[in-house]
């Protein structure tokens, strides 16, 4: 990988991350349309991630700490274990369960089978389907943040899981599942950065160790993209959470049926290889 090609792919993951569009996908089809065809593989993608969870980091700088602070007072006896934060704290750290025990049972698959790209053309077909349903019936008449409970945290945590699937997204799954348990459009989304910022820290680090082996990219490019991919990623959390305030996710739904349909004619017509 050039580092042109890691500029470009920086730009890509930064831009889609938060979206719920599916960066994995993203990175993987344009990585084979515009280098050598080749995918810049489950390390890379994950890796940089990074750049773009460390812009939520630094977006919900405030909120993180806070709860972190009041999480691990409340554990050692210094603050009241039935504040919204501490809940909101131990809600993120079970509902990241899922995606870590089924990340680890099916990590073969993750970085081999499930990266072929009619998986991914049927979950971004899928999941744009499953989207605009949420949107649609979602009461939103659950409250903020603060008042999610156990057992929705809990369900969170495997819609979040669901995204190890290349074309799924992190986001939409996330924020699907929070539409249809009946939170509001922001509540869903600010819910789905805060749960991805242990699995993604998590899948980031523990595929560190596959940079530069075999034919994943070498150190330069990754830092590069990850570097990138967190001030576009940063703008773009901005962005979003603006736009749902006042805006519903068809604009999304749109967008990942017509990727859908190109991405299948690629395939169909050999520009792209399954």
């Known amino acids: 990988m050039g580092w042109l090609d890691a500029i470009i792919l920086g730009v890509v993951q930064g831009l889609t991350e938060f979206l719920p569009i599916s960066s994995s996908a993203h990175v993987s089809i344009v990585g084979q349309l515009f280098f050598e065809g080749r995918d810049p593989g489950a390390a890379f993608t994950a890796v940089t991630q990074l750049g773009t969870e460390t812009a939520v980091l630094v977006y919900f700088w405030k909120d993180i700490t806070r709860i972190i602070k009041r999480w691990c007072l409340a554990l050692v006896g210094k603050h009241p274990k039935d504040d919204p934060d501490v809940r909101l704290g131990w809600l ?40 605009a349903i949420a949107d649609h019936v979602g009461n939103r008449n659950r409250g903020q943040l603060e008042d999610l409970t156990w057992k929705h945290g809990i369900l969170l945590g495997f819609f979040q899981a669901a995204a190890l699937i290349p074309g799924v997204s992190r986001s939409g799954a996330t924020i699907s599942g929070g539409l249809f348990l009946g939170y509001d459009r922001p509540t869903a989304t600010r819910y789905a950065f805060l749960l991805a910022v242990p699995a993604v820290f998590g899948s980031g680090l523990y595929k560190l160790k596959d940079i530069g082996a075999d034919e994943s990219a070498a150190w330069g490019p990754t830092i590069v993209a990850t570097l990138i991919s967190f001030f576009v990623g940063y703008a773009v959390i901005a962005w979003l959470l603006r736009y749902i305030s006042t805006h519903n996710f068809r604009l999304f739904v749109v967008y990942r049926l017509a990727t859908a349909a190109l991405v299948a004619v690629l395939i169909l017509t050999g520009v792209l290889t399954a």
């Open 92 to 131: 993120v750290i079970v509902g990241s369960i899922p995606i870590v025990v089924l990340g680890l049972l099916f990590q073969d698959a993750i970085d081999t089978s499930l990266r072929n790209l009619w998986v991914t053309v049927a979950m971004l077909a899928g999941v744009a389907i499953i989207l």
